[in-house]
């Protein structure tokens, strides 16, 4: 009488570890890019979100609300921003948002920035040429979009 083997040889059991592991090891990467890039998009989507709102304020107003501190919004702006207050949150890439609005004797700059804060570090430097790529040129020396400051700020009117 013939014995019938029941399971797996143990080279079966290794090739199918092998090819779990092929595919974990192209598969895991994908992924982490994927989270950046949604982290990347959402932060860019915040940020044009706030320009946007900020714009119209100027538009109805006809002036800039005053410079405020990292994570802080513009009192006069508070209607703008009906659904939520998008400075109370830190940025999905890391720091918090700063609406600066700065006036020197040669130029008027209205800006937003992302900077660190003592619950929120700074963004990482490539998630910064990810969200300079998302928002401007992808070179944070140029454009509107740059590192100044111990920040990145993106620089939306200046006058």
Same mark, same amino acid.
């Given at each position: 009488m013939k014995r019938i083997a029941i399971g797996f040889t143990m080279a079966e059991l290794m090739v199918v570890i092998v090819v779990i592991g092929i595919l974990a090891?192209?598969?895991?990467?994908?992924?982490?890019?994927?989270?950046t890039d949604t982290r990347v998009a959402a932060a860019g989507e915040d940020i044009l979100g706030m320009v946007r709102a900020f714009?119209?304020?100027?538009?109805?107003?006809?002036?800039?609300? +005053?410079?405020?501190?990292? $994570? =802080?919004?513009?009192p006069e702006s508070r209607t703008q921003f009906k659904r939520e207050n998008p400075f109370e949150k830190p940025c999905p890439i890391g720091g918090v948002y700063d609406y600066d609005y700065v006036v020197t004797k040669n130029?008027?700059?209205?800006?937003?920035?992302?900077?660190?804060?003592l619950n929120s570090p700074a963004p990482s430097i490539v998630d910064a040429q990810g969200?300079? +790529?998302?928002?401007?040129? $992808? =070179?944070?020396?140029?454009?509107?979009?740059?590192?100044?400051?111990?920040?990145?700020?993106?620089?939306?009117?200046t006058q």
């Open positions: 090891a192209l598969l895991v990467p994908r992924y982490v890019g994927a989270q714009e119209y304020f100027n538009a109805n107003n006809g002036y800039w609300p +005053a410079d405020t501190s990292a $994570g =802080v919004m513009p130029a008027r700059v209205v800006s937003i920035s992302v900077r660190d804060s969200l300079d +790529a998302y928002l401007d040129d $992808g =070179v944070l020396n140029t454009g509107r979009f740059r590192k100044i400051y111990g920040g990145y700020t993106y620089i939306f009117h």
